[in-house]
T-cell receptor
Framework: GQQVMQIPQYQHVQEGEDFTTYCNSS?????IQWYKQRPGGHPVFLIQ?????EVKKQKRLTFQFGEAKKNSSLHITATQTTDVGTYFC??????????FGAGTTVTVRA | SQTIHQWPATLVQPVGSPLSLECTVE??????LYWYRQAAGRGLQLLFY??????ISSEVPQNLSASRPQDRQFILSSKKLLLSDSGFYLC??????????FGPGTRLTVL
């Protein structure tokens, strides 16, 4: 079945620095979604990418979908303490289900 | 606007006891509904999903079951809990746009 791998598992970032988390699928995806889960909370939808090579930005967050629609990345610039949490990518292959990556847990050093 | 409710928020149950977790969605009709389990510090494992009343698809063989008695109600059950059933159970719904909206979750501890 479809597998979505996400790296790194943990990301310790100095406040103000940039970082990137990567997501790779074993199969071609119809779309990829990104979610954020704050400590003790539930996952919250951030964005969906559908087109090959698509790039979307939300303030300091930049999301990219690969040309082959098998990989994606989330880049955060000028990390703030509000960015703390776990970021999940989730891929879909033309059905109702999402396959979630294991997540990247981000901690920020002030 | 749409809202999703889950209860209880936390639950401590002895091994071998039954389980019933309920999830309801408001403000939408005919949603796709999902149950996930999240072990501590881990990702989301899809347990069941439903595209309509009485339609349940199971993703992982286990001692859990799900039912959808009404359009916006999704129930997760077990006849006898195991220690390995401990975790954070999340219900989610999706509509035509495919993104999923999660409920607040139930933290289950089986002792």
């Amino acid at each position: 079945g479809q597998q979505v791998m996400q790296i790194p598992q943990y990301q310790h970032v100095q406040e103000g620095e940039d970082f990137t988390t990567y997501c790779n699928s074993s199969t071609t995806l119809s779309n990829i979604q990104w979610y954020k889960q704050r400590p003790g909370g539930h996952p919250v939808f951030l964005i969906q990418l559908v087109k090959s090579g698509e790039v979307k930005k939300q303030k300091r967050l930049t999301f990219q979908f690969g040309e082959a629609k098998k990989n994606s990345s989330l880049h955060i610039t000028a990390t703030q303490t509000t960015d703390v949490g776990t970021y999940f990518c989730a891929g879909s292959s033309n059905d109702y289900k999402l396959s979630f990556g294991a997540g990247t847990t981000v901690t920020v050093r002030a | 606007s749409q809202t999703i409710h889950q209860w209880p928020a936390t639950l401590v149950q002895p091994v071998g006891s039954p389980l019933s977790l309920e999830c309801t969605v408001e403000g939408t009709s005919n949603p796709n509904l999902y149950w996930y389990r999240q072990a501590a510090g881990r990702g989301l494992q899809l347990l069941f999903y439903s595209v309509g009343i009485g339609q349940i698809s199971s993703e992982v063989p286990q001692n859990l079951s799900a039912s959808r008695p009404q359009d916006r109600q999704f129930i997760l059950s077990s006849k006898k809990l195991l220690l390995s059933d401990s975790g954070f159970y999340l219900c989610a719904w999706s509509g035509g746009s495919n993104e999923q909206f999660f409920g607040p979750g139930t933290r289950l501890t089986v002792l």
